[in-house]
């Protein structure tokens, strides 16, 4: 029988390199042992290169706050370590939480979302994977990514069902970079050749646009341009208040240098409001920041006659203005 340690409030769990073989860390003879509340009252979970798959089996009514930290390198070596499916899993047994935090983590896609009549929502001869329905997420009011990729960001709305959801900071990835799946046994990315990308005008889901009914605020912050452009397209904000736009140049730049591409440093030029949103037209918008853009004086004129209602705006080390 498992003791259980009622006063426990705060787990963190953390490796500094993963040097072991794909053998998890945790892998219990029988998993049921373990479906009890271990933690009555725990409330905040932070893993550094753990997978929730490596945990045991358990429930966790009072949790607050997940932390997840993995670096994208060891996902594309480590194939049955991080993965959506234990993630999603593990969210089924928390339904309390309040902020989810994916810290340079992107999960490989290893499941499918499942249609209303239960049925998978990839065609016979597609890929196979674990089915999940959306999972209701009631308490979550937070939710930080980084870094997610903008190509791709849309195919992880339908696995969360998020309604009071009220802030979302995005460090998006740039627009080559694709989310890494893991169907039939095979690692490799989403293509556009095995699926449609998201039309400029059109959400996921057959063009429908997600609303965040309830979001007030939205921080993205771009490792480039073309990303920017395509992270939020299929997103509606009916109630923002508050919006941040960052253009993370030192990581651009980084990255350039790494593929030799000088162009890809450059491109720092804030774009048009109607090129990031389905709808530019942010009524409740109160607060704007933008952050290390080069700004030209048409672009500002045409990203301030969107935003009628605006009383705060602040420009932090942008060019040109």
């Known amino acids: 029988k498992v003791a259980s340690i009622p006063r426990l409030l705060t787990l963190e ?3 500094q390199t993963r040097t072991l073989s794909e053998e998890p860390l945790f892998l ?3 998993s049921r042992d373990y479906e009890q509340t271990l933690f009555p009252n725990l409330q905040h979970i932070c893993l550094s290169r753990i997978s929730l798959g490596e945990l045991p089996v358990i429930t966790v009514p009072g949790l ?3 932390t997840l930290d993995w670096p994208a390198g060891p996902s594309t070596t480590r194939p049955t370590l991080f993965r959506m499916s234990p993630l999603l899993a593990f969210l089924q047994r928390a339904p309390g939480i309040e902020s989810l935090n994916l810290l340079k983590s992107c999960p490989l896609m290893d499941v499918l979302p499942r249609r209303p009549d239960g049925l998978a ?5 597609g890929p196979q994977g674990n089915t999940f329905a959306p999972i209701r997420m009631a308490s979550l009011q937070y939710m930080e990514w ?3 990729p903008p190509r791709d960001l849309h195919r992880l709305l339908p696995y969360f069902d998020t309604p009071n959801i009220q802030c979302l900071e995005l460090r998006l990835d740039v627009a080559e970079q694709r989310w890494l799946t893991f169907y039939d046994g095979r690692l490799e990315p989403y293509s556009s050749d ?3 990308d998201l039309p400029s005008s059109q959400g ?3 063009g429908k646009i997600r609303s965040f009914d309830q979001l007030v605020e939205l921080h993205l912050y771009a490792s480039d341009i073309s990303g ?3 992270a939020v397209r299929h997103m509606a904000f009916p109630r923002l208040r508050r919006l941040k736009l960052a253009f993370m140049r030192k990581r651009a730049v980084r990255l350039a240098s790494k593929t030799n591409d000088r162009q890809r440093s450059d491109l720092g030029a804030l774009p048009p409001l109607d090129s990031i949103f389905h709808e530019p037209r942010l009524a409740t918008l109160v607060h704007l920041t933008l952050s290390e853009f080069d700004i030209d004086y048409s672009t500002a004129i045409s990203t301030l006659a969107y935003l009628r209602f605006l009383e705060h705006l602040t420009l932090e080390k942008c060019e040109g203005t």
């Open 204 to 206: 996921a889901q057959g």
């Open 146 to 148: 980084s870094y997610a």
């Open 121 to 125: 929502s990839a065609p016979t001869n």
């Open 228 to 230: 920017l452009c395509l």
């Open 28 to 30: 219990p003879a029988n």
């Open 194 to 196: 095995a699926e449609e």
């Open 13 to 15: 769990i953390g490796m």
């Open 64 to 66: 607050r706050t997940l």
